[in-house]
């Protein structure tokens, strides 16, 4: 399943890491482009 993750604060991202980890396709979204950059 194809997922968008909306805020990757402290929340967003442990949630779609574990999303990631069971083997869904996610797309992260931030105001914040460095943070999502360093993410990649």
Do not use: P, S, W
């Not at 993750?5 to 929340?11: D, K, M």
Request: aromatic share 4%.
């Amino acid at each position: 399943m194809n997922l968008t993750v909306f805020g990757i604060g402290y929340v967003g991202l442990v949630q779609a890491a574990v999303l990631a980890e069971v083997g869904h396709d996610v797309v992260c979204v931030d105001v914040d482009a460095a943070k999502v950059e360093r993410l990649n």
